[in-house]
């Protein structure tokens, strides 16, 4: 079987060629792949700064760089697993509510294909839908959730749907399996203990970014992998403010004193061995990231998430 491979930059320059993501094949749909990446262009669910509407675009054209093999863990996913840039979802930019069902359908689709689906986000809203997708081909998953945010709020603006609540109303529906549920990086200000604490009283594992300053997190990633254990379902979603805005300000809700990029690293390397069955990097927003930085960063931890999962050749 020939394996789809990105696009060299010895075969055509690093600045041309396709707009998919690490300049992969494009595909229709999901069928006959083992993992994709998917695009959910939209930010109608943000509360502060929009723009992650542009997120997927911005993510594939800085994702030009990337190669096939990881230097650092060594990792051939191309080599083992069949992947494609299957696009974006046709979101409705008027209607956040259909949206929601828009994207749950769509994944709906992927699974039952049997693929794993990566992420290109669009604000962070979007995780709720695909954790309903998920739930319903694997059960409740255990979710490690990379953010300076909880995203656990029980409305916003009198709404039950947008950026600030997915992970409660994914709770809710019965999607997680709250005692394997880690949340990382969280900080800033808030407006009562309970911004935190409501996800504590659920059973899910708090760990601030002060308990994460000037520590590596291989530690903390240890701990997790044996608590969630090689055969529990696993998804991954990352929003691109856990990172300091140092490193990453394109982004929609910044916050001070947040994670490195090299602690972004090990968190996502610390997933091999997990049973990954998806994840998301969201909240990518190109009007504010001039340098590109913040969707070049995006871009490769999209990649290092398709590193570690299931069956990929080392």
């Known amino acids: ?31 006959g792949l083992d993992a994709c990446f998917v695009g959910v262009p939209m930010d109608i669910g943000a509360s502060n700064r929009s723009g992650t509407r542009h997120g997927p675009r911005q993510i ?25 840039d299957i696009g974006d979802v046709a979101i409705n930019t008027f209607d956040l509510k259909k949206t929601v069902g828009l994207i749950e359908a769509a994944y709906d689709a992927i699974l039952a294909e049997n693929c794993v689906p990566l992420t290109l986000g669009g604000d962070h809203t979007l995780t709720y839908p695909i954790l309903r997708a998920m739930a319903k081909r694997h059960g409740p998953v255990a979710l490690i959730h990379v953010d300076a945010h909880a995203d656990i709020n029980d409305e916003m603006f009198g709404e039950k749907i947008a950026h600030g609540t997915p992970f409660r109303r994914a709770f809710e529906d019965g999607c997680l399996d709250a005692a394997h549920v880690f949340q990382i990086g969280l900080r800033g200000t808030g407006y009562s203990p309970e911004d935190f604490n409501w996800s504590r009283s659920k059973g899910f594992t708090v760990i601030p970014a002060e308990d994460c300053w000037y520590k590596s997190m291989r530690p903390v990633m240890d701990e997790i992998r044996e608590r969630i254990g090689p055969d529990r379902p696993v998804y991954l979603s990352y929003d691109i403010d856990s990172l300091d805005p140092a490193f990453a300000p394109g982004t929609g809700t910044a916050e001070i004193g947040g994670l490195t990029t090299w602690q972004a690293l090990e968190i996502v390397r610390g997933c091999r061995g997990l049973r990954i069955v998806g994840g998301d990097l969201v909240e990518v927003s190109p009007p504010y990231d001039p340098s590109g930085n913040t969707a070049l960063i995006g871009a490769n931890l999209l990649y290092e998430m398709l590193c570690v999962l299931p069956g990929v050749r080392y």
């Open 60 to 84: 594939r054209a800085e994702s030009c760089m990337l190669r096939p093999f990881n230097l650092g863990t060594g990792a051939r996913p191309f080599e083992s697993l069949q992947v494609a």
């Open 1 to 31: 079987m020939e394996f789809n491979q990105p696009l060299g930059g010895n075969d055509m320059p690093r600045f041309g060629g396709p707009t998919t993501m690490m300049r992969l094949p494009a595909a229709p749909d999901a069928s």
